[in-house]
């Protein structure tokens, strides 16, 4: 028996209970010395899993400083932690170029823990944390609870620098920004389960230390928040995400921008750390591939567009610009998932982003003088900000009514022939994009197409910038689009951002590009072969027989070469001295347009009251000549002649690609669409009441019915309340689609075999290309006095130019489209209005009995000067009423 032994045996009970007294206390002290001690050992490891050593050579598996580490975020590190701290894990020395937290502690892990940390020691860390605590240094990311923790101390200080501060540090670092405003998720309880049944596994003294470490006192709970820059819970909620799926708490972003944005200073602390964070950002997505490694990369554009502050001037000098050539670096993938993301968003929220973009653009356009010599495609501010543009579009595609099924089948192109690829590529000239124009990456990325859109969720014209289009030189933004080099952006690659006239310039010079590419084979062929070849699409017609004479020829030239259709055209009326400057091939058009459409022949139905034009399903007339009909329609916008033409919408988003749906019906057939509408949502019993099959009747071209069977046995087959849905789709697609197939089929090859090449399908929608073809409708004659020029002695104020002015606006709606008619052989305005149309009215002599007389090639009107107001108004309209033919003057 020991001396120990034998004194505790001897003492009296008094003494016995005091020296038992003294051991509880010991095992007190020790016990909380084991949890100080268990807490901070987490903390290094923590940090040794986000921050690293700080040695380059380091080789522990387990440091975020080893070669082959595998980066993890915050959740993740948080639970990695607690693991590495129960199986007693290797744990670095920190790097004398190290600085944190982490190096406050550089004992071993493997010694006894209450060698570690005596009371003292204790005390002054306690202190060091409380210090940190107050000034925040160690907050390595924000959440919500932690702003509005900060927030309040600082409003109790009424000193807002530590957050500043804070924000300032966060913001402007692309690895804290990552980590900021994470979701949390709670844990299942097979989770929870299978965590307890680990912890069932360990000894005794590893029990020990997790319990310690989840047994804080309040103080030590709240300092290890603040170490960890949140809370404790939130980073063991880690879950893995689905690829559309994003780790950032959205309105949690929103609600702590509410909060601070109201204070100046703190705004000003988000504008120097964005201006910090961009470059940085840029070099990132540039040069080391991050997003690859982390797509919750991704956040950080998250959380800064959520900053509704962006569009301020403040922003648009530098701040901005750099954080859009940063966003316009993001690869494919993370566009496409930022633009899955956004188009969940509220019209509110993705129009506030599209506003910022466009304020920045048109910032930039009128702060700087852009011409030929200085493009604004040489601006990379509204480059970036276009790219970034083209996201928020696809989102708000996306956002809207979208079709993404009932596409046409597309039938392959004619090809040219060999012979003629060979001189092409003679000429330096091979073809580019032989199966149509090119495709937008983000669009096979998303599997989206802007055609399939019905509605967006805002409107198409708000992408529209106006000052950018005045400033656009077209024929060098052409140019780029044609040559696709990286170093020169076109705005032809985001059509979404310009207007239907910039947009039709464009084609105009594809057009142009294209008819001189066809007169060089021509003139080759002749050299090469000896053959006189017509370096122009000629047509020779006679007025009485223009239908017969021009089919027949167009007929002929699709079968022996349709590469000639690219020919710029030249037509001649047999037996008249007219020479086609343009205004021939107008009034060609407008002369066939009248007999193809005229009710009589049979081709196509009329609507009294829509005024629309239908394919009509029992026609006689071959596929051919529906061919032809394409052809015309072709040539029109190839040859930049405005049709008459009055078909529904669904006969322009046919030949883009789509097929005629339900929502169609309404525009073509509105009685058929209002009919369907009440059976869809008739209240009662449809079969009882109605008596309908899936059995439609039909008239032919003399008023005879004819019955269709929409599904095999329709006749038998009831429609019900159940199936009802399932026979309007079927009526819609037999009445839009089946029925008219082999006519429009032939309609669209006649088409495409002049623009199978053209940018047409790319730049424009259906909307867009019926105002093309037709025209607009909206007669602005204010705006045609405002743009018309005057030559031959006439000026603006003119006594007879202002008595012209007066009898042209006093004109009725018939008389002003004759008069259209007959200075520019159509009676309908050009895209953009008659603003556009840039007509000139010349001195044609002094006063006399002669007619005014036109070039309609130049919208030129030769105008005598006539004594009077009366005989001027007399002469006017006997020109404009009887003019037909083109003579010699």
């Known amino acids: 028996m020991n001396s120990a032994k034998a004194s505790s045996e001897c003492a009296p009970p008094e003494a016995n209970a005091s020296a038992q007294g003294e051991p509880l206390a010991k095992n007190h002290t020790a016990s909380r010395m084991k949890r100080a001690a268990a807490k901070h050992l987490i903390e290094r490891y923590y940090h040794q899993l986000t921050e690293g050593c700080g040695n380059e050579a380091c080789t522990n598996e387990f440091c975020a400083s080893c070669s082959s580490f595998l980066r993890m975020d915050n959740n993740a590190a948080a639970i990695k932690a607690l693991e590495l701290f129960k199986i007693n894990a290797k744990l670095c020395d920190p790097h004398p170029s190290k600085k944190g937290t982490s190096t406050a502690y550089v004992e071993n892990s493997t010694k006894s823990s209450h060698s570690i940390i005596c009371c003292s020691e204790t005390k002054v860390n306690k202190q060091e944390m409380q210090a940190q605590r107050e000034d925040f240094k160690d907050v390595n990311y924000l959440t919500e609870e932690k702003v509005y923790e900060i927030l309040d101390l600082c409003g109790e200080r009424e000193d807002y620098s530590p957050l500043i501060r804070v924000i300032g540090r966060v913001f402007s670092s692309a690895d804290a920004l990552v980590q900021s405003f994470r979701k949390a998720k709670q844990h299942t309880k097979e989770e929870l389960k299978s965590l307890q049944g680990k912890d069932e596994d360990k000894d005794e003294d590893e029990e020990e230390k997790a319990a310690s470490a989840g047994s804080m006192d309040d103080a030590e709970a709240s300092s290890s928040r603040s170490s960890f820059g949140g809370s404790q819970t939130r980073d063991n909620n880690v879950h893995k995400l689905g690829p559309d799926e994003i780790s950032i708490d959205v309105d949690a972003v929103r609600r702590v921008y509410n909060k601070l944005l109201s204070n ?326 407008q002369l066939v347009v009248e007999e193809i459409f005229n009710p009589d022949i049979g081709m196509f139905t009329y609507d009294e009251s829509t005024k629309l034009f239908w394919f009509n399903t029992s026609s006689f007339e071959t596929e051919g000549q529906f061919t032809l009909i394409g052809i015309v329609l072709g040539l029109a916008i190839y040859n930049n002649c405005i049709l008459d033409v009055h078909f529904p919408m669904v006969v322009y988003r046919k030949l883009l690609g789509k097929k005629g749906t339900f929502r169609d019906l309404e525009d073509s057939h509105p009685v058929l669409h209002q009919s369907l509408k009440e059976l869809v949502e008739y209240d009662g019993s449809v079969e009882d009441d109605m008596m309908i099959t899936f059995q439609i009747s039909q008239t032919d071209l003399f008023g005879t019915p004819m019955m269709c069977n929409l599904r095999e046995n329709g006749d038998q087959i009831p429609v019900t309340n159940e199936n009802r849905k399932e026979f309007v789709d079927l009526y819609t697609d037999y009445i839009l689609n089946k029925s008219v197939e082999k006519q429009f089929r032939a309609f669209r090859r006649g088409f495409h075999m002049v623009t199978n090449e053209s940018p047409l399908k790319y730049l424009f929608r259906p909307e867009e290309i019926e105002l093309l073809v037709c025209g607009s409708p909206n007669l602005d004659f204010q705006a045609l006095e405002d743009t018309t020029e005057y030559d031959g002695g006439y000026a603006k104020d003119s006594r007879i130019i202002r008595e012209f002015w007066e009898i042209v606006h006093a004109f009725t709606d018939e008389q002003k489209r004759l008069f259209l008619q007959f200075t520019t052989g159509t009676d309908r305005a050009p895209v953009g209005g008659l603003g556009k149309l840039k007509m000139i009215i010349a001195k044609n002599g002094p006063d006399s009995d002669r007619l005014p007389t036109s070039h309609t090639c130049f919208n030129v009107l030769l105008l005598p000067e006539y004594c009077s107001k009366e005989k001027l108004n007399e002469r006017l309209l006997k020109a404009i009423t009887y003019a037909k033919g083109f003579g010699m003057l």
Not at 270 to 285: K, T
Not at 408 to 414: M, S
Not at 484 to 491: G, I, L, R
Not at 518 to 534: A, D, K, M, P, W
Request: hydrophobic share 40%; proline share 4%.
């Open 264 to 589: 100046e200073k703190v705004e000003t602390a988000f504008l120097n750390a964005l201006v910090y964070l961009s470059p940085n950002v840029e070099c990132d997505l540039t040069y080391h591939n991050v997003y690859s490694r982390d797509p919750n990369y991704l956040n950080l554009f998250i959380i800064v567009m959520e900053n509704s502050n962006l569009h301020s001037p403040e922003y648009l000098e530098m701040a901005l610009p750099l954080f859009c050539k940063a966003m316009s670096k993001l690869p494919l993938p993370a566009q496409a998932k930022l633009i899955r993301l956004w188009s969940k968003y509220t019209a509110d929220q993705i129009r506030r982003m599209v506003e910022t973009f466009q304020q920045l653009i048109t910032y930039r356009v009128i702060s700087n003088e852009f011409n030929s010599r200085n493009l604004v495609n040489d601006d990379d501010a509204v480059v970036a900000a276009t790219k970034c543009l083209k996201i928020v579009h696809y989102a708000n595609i996306i956002a809207g009514d979208v079709d993404t099924g009932h596409n046409e089948e597309e039938e392959d192109e004619p090809v040219a022939e060999s012979s003629e690829i060979t001189l092409q590529e003679l000429l330096g000239e091979e073809r580019r994009n032989k199966k149509g124009p090119r495709v937008d990456p983000l669009e096979v990325e998303l599997g989206v197409k802007t055609i399939d859109c019905r509605k967006p969720l805002v409107s198409f014209e708000e992408f529209i910038n106006e000052p950018l289009n005045d400033v656009l030189e077209m024929d060098k933004d052409y140019t780029f689009f044609k040559v696709e080099t990286e170093n020169k952006f076109s705005f032809m690659t985001c059509p979404f951002i310009l207007n239907a006239v910039t947009k039709n310039l464009g084609l105009y010079y594809d057009n142009r590009i294209r008819m001189y590419s066809e007169r060089r084979i021509t003139v080759l062929y002749s050299l090469v072969q000896g053959q006189q070849l017509n370096p122009y699409l000629r047509l020779k017609v006679r007025r009485d027989h223009i239908i017969d004479d021009a089919l027949v020829r167009l007929e002929m030239i699709a079968m022996e070469n349709p590469a000639d259709l690219k020919k710029q055209l030249y037509v001649e009326f047999e037996g008249e001295q007219g020479v086609d400057e343009g205004g021939v091939s107008k009034e060609f058009f």
